[in-house]
């Protein structure tokens, strides 16, 4: 009966952090050395990172992980860097590192990247603790390209987490990552949360770059979401995520999307990812003029 009240009081714990308790939360409950033991022996505990434990089986889950590498970094830890900023929801793919910062001594260990600091302040997000918002910029700026940090803050705007006043008082002068936060903030637009991919992301910056009219970003024409669309001279510009990788049903999708854009009078230009990547001044040459033709041609008097 012992047994099972203690089972009762780590399950309830570990309810709350994704399945996972640790050592010391297992000791403050008055679980003796030797009834961990045995649970391990009997399969109730499963070590997942040193003093840390799945509790009940050891299915893997993505916010178990999370929550195992949380509670090895110990009390007051939280997930930062490229992790919070996915955690945020404020980019795509989950970095193959968890990132955590912690007040603690503690070190890296495989696939968990510690990073020891004091006086953090703490924020929670779906059931977990994170490093605030703009914490989370400047983290992410420390190692990111500044096209993605870009795209960090278009995304944090389009998600209502874009709060100037709240990164300024971070970005101290010598701090890491504080240069490029600084920059990308001057260089924000909003658009570019609705790049869905890295070329998308290029092509935009390649009409910034050279003194393109910014066009809308993945538009809904007639059913067709299409990459970038001016929409006052009627051009739609594709760029192909795919390099050389097309398959026949990526072909015949493009096609067909192509001819029902040109049935509506709009004038499509398609580039692959390696034009975008090597051939930059062209493909602005080529938009440049088509966008003159269009004007050109929307200007002309009936006859």
């Known amino acids: 009966m012992a047994n099972q009240n203690a089972k009762d009081r780590v399950g309830s714990l570990a309810g709350r952090q994704q399945g996972r308790i640790a050592w010391a939360q297992l000791r403050k409950l008055a679980v003796p050395r030797v009834t961990i033991h045995d649970w391990v022996e009997q399969g109730y505990l499963h070590p997942r990172l040193p003093g840390v434990y799945a509790v009940g089986h050891a299915a893997p889950s993505i916010e178990g992980d999370l929550a195992a590498a949380l509670l090895y970094a110990g009390p007051g830890a939280m997930l930062s860097h490229g992790t919070a900023a996915w955690w945020f929801g404020l980019i795509d793919g989950r970095p193959s590192t968890i990132h ?61 987490l874009l709060d100037v006043e709240e990164v300024d008082p971070l970005l101290g002068r010598g701090r890491p990552g504080s240069t490029k936060l600084r920059e990308a903030l001057k260089r924000h637009q909003p658009r570019l949360a609705y790049a869905r991919s890295p070329v998308e992301v290029a092509f935009f910056e390649l009409c910034e770059e050279f003194g393109l009219p910014l066009p809308e970003v993945n538009a809904r024409i007639e059913g067709w979401t299409i990459d970038f669309f001016w929409r006052k001279e009627g ?37 692959s990812r390696d034009q975008v990547e090597t051939a930059r001044p062209a493909i602005a040459s080529d938009v440049t003029a088509a966008l003159a033709q269009q004007r050109r041609v929307t200007r002309r008097p009936a006859a």
């Open 235 to 271: 051009v739609v510009v594709e760029v192909d995520p795919y390099g050389n990788h097309h398959t026949p049903a990526q072909i015949d999708r493009d096609r067909r999307k192509d001819l029902a854009l040109r049935g509506r009078g709009l004038v499509v230009l398609r580039y």
């Open 100 to 160: 955590v910062s912690t007040p603690r001594r503690c070190r890296s260990l495989r696939g968990i990247r510690v990073h020891e600091r004091r006086g953090h302040e703490r924020a929670w997000h779906n059931r977990l603790p994170v490093t605030t918002v703009a914490q989370t910029f400047l983290d992410f700026a420390t190692t990111a390209s500044l096209n993605r940090v870009r795209t960090l803050l278009a995304n944090a705007e389009y998600h209502h």
